[in-house]
């Protein structure tokens, strides 16, 4: 049996302080803005060239390639790095890439391919430096605050998520393009001014040796997350999660165009729904949470999504459907927090930046399939329907998984 313990990142002495990692979700909170602005630009930039859907499906459809190729790779790296060095180099070789494509469209010399093999570069800098900055944020929350940690972050993200793409719009039109693309290269600054002050709590030897092969060390991460019982039920979990209940945000369009006959307002109140239980979610989450009440939020907060997409599914008007999302969009957050949070303090120092990029691969991976098999059926079904159903579906897996989640984090007999 495996019973649930407390387990903190090592990090180097004196302990971190609280502000440490609200710090860093601060500086996070300026890239991520500077990051969603650009993507939006990215795509914009895209239309102007091709004026072609397929070409901006493409182009978005990079960030996925890249991901699957560069996340079981990029954990192994870094648990054979120091955090310190890692995040700096690969933060440092974004900010270049950054410039390049501000000299490209400045220069008119943008084309087509040229942005897709851009985007493709782009992606795989993120790749390697998602699980790294996974790590700090782990390394930067004092023991047994990592939820609150990741909490900070999640708001981060919310935020940004709505202030980049607005950014964006206005320097398109005040400034043209390009100067998106500079916008957020300069946003890196507040980010390694963070760094600096945080070094002291990251600048650390690695913590995985560096005398296996890397493609070994690729394949451990894999056979440690299957033979563990405690991380290979939190990735059942994690993936079920992510291939049936996650993929309704991905479906917005969809939604909005079609089951409530509405355009880009609809779809705006939507986000802005989920958005908002996002938010409330996130901000609830900032409260200190034990490993073992982590595992219980998780669990619920996993069928309390699961009963608000069924709800969903039955809504007729707006009215309904707005509400029942904001709930879907708090569960959500609180779950993939709670997860996150299992991820970084039950999985071994050695192993975590494996565990966290696998989780960040399904995170980034899975939703995207089930939305596509979503949106299949719905060629011959109601769309709302089907996500009432993959809500249910992962609600039966979810109770059927309690008791072995019981037995093996508890150490409860069953």
């Known amino acids: 049996m495996t019973a649930v313990h407390d387990d ?5 002495q004196p302990a971190p302080r609280n ?12 890239s991520f803005t500077g990051a969603w602005a650009q993507k939006t630009a990215v795509g914009w930039l895209t239309w102007e060239l091709t004026h072609s859907p397929a070409w901006v499906g493409a182009v978005a459809l990079s960030d996925l390639i890249a991901a699957l ?8 790296v870094a648990d054979r790095s120091n955090p310190y060095r890692l995040i700096w180099f690969t933060q440092a070789l974004t900010v270049v890439n950054c410039c390049i494509i501000w000299f490209l469209v400045a220069a008119g010399l943008a084309s087509p391919w040229l942005l897709l093999a851009w985007a493709v ?15 700090v944020t782990g390394a930067l929350a004092p023991e047994g605050r990592i939820s609150q940690a990741i909490a900070a972050n999640s708001i981060a993200v919310n935020v940004a ?14 400034a043209g393009v ?11 600054a507040v980010v390694f001014a963070a760094l ?6 990251i600048d650390r030897p690695a913590l995985a040796p560096r005398s296996a092969r890397l493609s070994g060390e690729v394949l451990a991460g894999f056979r440690y997350i299957r033979t563990e019982p405690s991380i290979a039920m939190l990735f059942v979990l994690t993936i079920s999660f992510s291939l049936l209940a996650r993929p309704f945000t991905e479906l917005f369009p969809a939604l909005a165009g079609g089951s409530f006959g509405g355009g880009p307002q609809m779809l705006a109140m939507l986000m802005s729904a989920q958005g908002l239980g996002a938010f409330v979610g996130a901000s609830w989450m900032l409260r200190r949470q034990s490993t073992p009440a982590l595992v219980r939020i998780s669990y619920g907060a996993a069928l309390g999504i699961a009963v608000a997409l069924i709800a969903f599914s039955f809504a007729e008007s707006a009215l309904f459907a707005l509400p029942l999302i904001a709930i879907a969009g708090l569960f959500h957050v609180v779950c993939n927090i709670a997860m996150q949070s299992m991820a970084q303090s039950l999985s071994l120092p050695a192993m975590r930046g494996r565990v966290l990029a696998l989780y960040t691969l399904i995170f980034r991976a899975a939703p995207a399939l089930g939305a596509f098999v979503l949106g299949w059926l719905a060629e011959w079904f109601d769309l709302q329907v089907m996500i009432g159903i993959a809500a249910g579906l992962f609600a039966i897996v979810v109770v059927a998984a309690l008791p072995s989640a019981r037995r093996i984090y508890f150490g409860e007999r069953t």
């Open 178 to 188: 390009e100067s998106v693309f500079l916008f957020n290269a300069l946003s890196f």
């Open 161 to 174: 998520r709505t202030a980049g793409p607005a950014i964006a719009g206005l320097l398109i039109v005040k």
């Open 19 to 30: 502000r440490n990692f609200v710090l860093f979700a601060v500086a996070q909170c300026a």
């Open 8 to 12: 903190s990142l090592a990090s180097p």
């Open 121 to 135: 570069a782009d992606s795989t800098l993120q790749g390697f430096n998602q699980p790294v900055r996974m790590l």
């Open 69 to 76: 190729w560069v996340a079981p790779l990029a954990g192994a």
């Open 196 to 201: 600096l002050h945080v070094r002291r709590w």
